[in-house]
């Protein structure tokens, strides 16, 4: 009884384990950005690059899924088409960066300045500006959807486009 009972919970939480989400970055793709700045298509998903100057890096078609960037430089750096779902950028100094394409599904922009920044054609369902700093921030052709705006304000539940 006792087996079967440990075989059934086995079985029940195996597919719950394999649903859970990769935090694993390349050490090498690390080191490179450190070393050149330049990094493109590299795998930083889940990495600490929080508080570090980035500016002007090339991480175009990164995955940077979960990524921590909070308190960073990452001035007049290049993002475009990066996947930066649930990225935290939490007092970033985003200025003058491009982020055109990219996926910021459900990212935190709180309290991060992206002045002059250009955020054209990217998904920012769910992702939280509140208190950012968005003077001149091109958000042309971007999807919101239940975005929290700076000034605390949810966009609704249907699609802009």
Known sequence: MKLSLLATAVTLSAPLWLLAPAKAYSPQDLEQLKQTGYCPRCDLSGAALNNINLS??????????????????LTGADLSEANMEVANMTGANLTNAVFTGVNFKSANFENADLTGAGLIATNLDGANFKGAKTLFTNFRGAKFRLTTLPNGLVTSNRRYW
């Open 56 to 73: 002007g890096v090339n991480l175009r078609n990164a995955n940077l899924t979960q990524a921590n960037f909070s308190g960073s430089n």
